[in-house]
């Protein structure tokens, strides 16, 4: 199938041409002339398979035609985070360039009067937060009366989030003559039970299994014990030829910690996580999709569908609590064709949230030994035959030479009965963990 086959309008399939799209991916198959034909639509998909441009594109095309009243938008996508809110503005601006479609994106962190601005104006097209959309909806900046078209995207972590009571509130305050979109990487009840409520004989719609990984991503597991985390981390660093990766933690506290710790090391590593500035949020995401931070330490919530296409590698500092998050995490690298690497260090008191993980993957580590050499191939017991793709030397993260000769001495130095036992010191942060 091409987009042709899908008859979307001239100006859309020029703006994806342009994008460089050969052909729709399986989500944009199946739900793009659904949501043609007007259907509610329920679409079980996760980030990373092409689930945004499957509502953004027949949206552009429906709403082409009309034109929005002051303060009252024609359609509504809502986000869980302001991250993934703005990704989606921006497909919106990317596949809707030959369209005149005004667009106006509420999120927190952001000024309000440069949003009530826009709102002003009328818009086709709103993307918002929930609780940011609430916000300006109690203060009498928005009416939600002509709502033709309503995305709930991301259902899933929008329920882990709290933010069912608001969506609730939301839609009841949205005329039931409208389209609903609803899209989830799970289907747990309570979301099953949310769209039996809100949307009318939907079309279900769903690629792969959900919260399986994809198999363009290989597994690794080490066991540290946790004073050994930020050293072993930096060995993996250096053997692995990491061109850039994300770097999940567990806690906000470590996030800020392990980045810290990083830099110390002459990495270029930046935090990323939900306490800080919206400004400060936006810009490192820039610069990590510019290539100029090289490691994204993170939070689940902050890098929750962060599109970032070839990211080598990604690594849990934690182990996730949820298995879900464990493949969502995994899941920011392998896109798009890509292959990835994913590294996961656990501790003995791990076991519980690893055996869930393992329950979900249908998978179970075999741990690599880092005295011995890092396996090429998937170190999990049913490995994924997945070609092993060489990513660029030269562009590969390395700490500063200085720290790195010193440090690779150390790893190298056969009489070193102990590649751990230059355990660093916290200074006056101490990590959760060790509390
Ligand atoms: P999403 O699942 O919406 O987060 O999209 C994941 C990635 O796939 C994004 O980088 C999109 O730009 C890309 N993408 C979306 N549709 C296509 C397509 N038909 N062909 C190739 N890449 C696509």
Not at 3 to 12: K, R, V, W
Not at 131 to 141: K, T
Request: charged share 30%; net charge positive.
């Amino acid at each position: 199938m091409t987009f042709e086959d899908l008859g979307l309008s001239p100006e859309t399939l020029k703006a994806v041409n342009e994008r460089g799209y050969k052909e729709p991916t399986p989500i944009q198959a199946k739900a793009i002339p659904a949501i043609q034909m007007t259907r509610d639509v329920v679409g079980l998909a996760q980030t990373g398979t092409g689930k945004t441009a499957s509502f953004t594109l027949p949206m552009i095309d429906a709403l082409s035609g009309g034109r929005a009243k002051m303060r009252m938008p024609r359609s509504l996508v809502l986000e869980p985070t302001r991250e993934l809110a703005a990704q989606v503005a921006e497909n919106f601006e990317v596949y809707g360039k030959y369209h005149k479609l005004n667009k106006a994106l509420l999120v927190g962190g952001e000024s309000m009067g440069e949003q009530m601005k826009l709102l002003e104006q009328g818009v086709d097209v709103l993307i918002a937060t929930p609780g940011r959309l609430l916000d300006l909806f109690e203060r009498g900046h928005i009416l939600l009366n002509d709502i033709k078209i309503l995305v709930i995207d991301e259902a899933d972590r929008m329920m882990d989030m709290g933010f069912i009571p608001d969506i609730e509130k939301i839609v009841s305050l949205i005329p039931p003559m409208r389209q609903t979109l609803l899209f989830s990487a799970t289907m747990p009840p309570e979301i099953k039970k949310l769209t039996e409520k809100f949307l009318s004989n939907p079309k279900e719609v769903s690629v792969a299994a959900a919260a399986s990984p994809a198999e363009t991503v290989e597994q690794f597991l080490v066991h540290v014990s946790p004073k050994d985390k930020n050293n072993t981390l930096d060995i993996i660093l250096k053997r692995e030829d990491v061109r850039n990766a994300f770097i999940f933690c567990n806690r906000k506290k470590d996030v800020d910690i392990v980045a810290k710790w990083l830099k110390g090391k002459g990495y270029e590593a930046e935090p990323l996580h939900g306490d800080m500035a919206q400004s400060k949020r936006t810009e490192t995401l820039q610069k990590f999709k510019d290539d100029k931070i090289k490691l994204l330490v993170c939070s689940d919530v902050a890098a929750r569908g962060i599109d970032v296409n070839n990211v080598s590698h990604v690594f849990n500092y934690d182990v996730p609590m949820t298995p879900d998050d464990y493949v969502h995490r995994i899941g920011r690298t392998g896109r798009a064709g890509n292959t990835g690497r994913a590294w996961m260090m656990t501790t003995a008191r791990d076991e519980k949230f690893l055996s869930a993980i393992q329950q979900l993957i249908k998978k179970e580590f075999d741990p690599v030994d880092l005295k011995q050499k890092t396996p090429s191939s998937s170190s999990s017991k049913s490995p994924q035959k997945t070609p092993e793709k060489k990513t660029q030397t030269d562009k590969a993260v390395k700490p500063s030479k200085v720290k790195e000769k010193a440090s690779q001495k150390k790893y190298n130095d056969p009489n070193s009965s102990n590649e751990y036992d230059d355990a660093q010191g916290f200074g006056d942060d101490i990590p959760s963990f060790l509390k």
